[in-house]
């Protein structure tokens, strides 16, 4: 089992930035790839981001592409979030999740573990 914490959530003006981590535990997450989703109040799930196992592959949704970066540090067993130029819109809880599979993709339903979420709200 895999128990996924995010953190880095909080308040911010437009056009401000924040880094959310994700940090695993109860297994090495080395092997798995990771994704970052987010959930606006009265919307469903939708896919932010991916990376495989070695972060040689990354996925941005559109709507954050050229904003927002996801990495990881496996030594660290911990997957990142940097978002900048953050817009109202961006405004929902973050949850990171893992998927066994070394590689994933958009499809929610594919990941195995997730995490409990962190709200970002951002300021107009």
């Known amino acids: 089992q895999v128990q996924l914490v995010e953190s880095g959530g909080g308040l911010v003006q437009a056009g401000g930035s924040l880094r959310l981590s994700c940090a695993a535990s109860g297994r090495t997450i080395e092997n798995y790839a990771m994704g970052w989703f987010r959930q606006a109040p009265g919307k469903e799930r939708e896919f932010v981001a991916t990376i495989n196992w070695s972060s040689s592959i990354t996925v941005y949704a559109d709507s954050v592409k050229g904003r927002f970066t996801i990495s990881r540090s496996n030594a660290k067993n911990t997957v990142y979030l940097q978002m900048n130029s953050l817009k109202p819109e961006d405004t929902a809880v973050y949850y990171c999740?893992?998927?066994?599979?070394?590689?994933?993709?958009?499809?929610?339903?594919?990941?195995?573990?997730w995490g409990q979420g962190t709200q970002v709200t951002v300021s107009s």
């Open positions: 999740a893992a998927d066994r599979a070394p590689i994933a993709g958009r499809d929610l339903n594919s990941y195995d573990y």
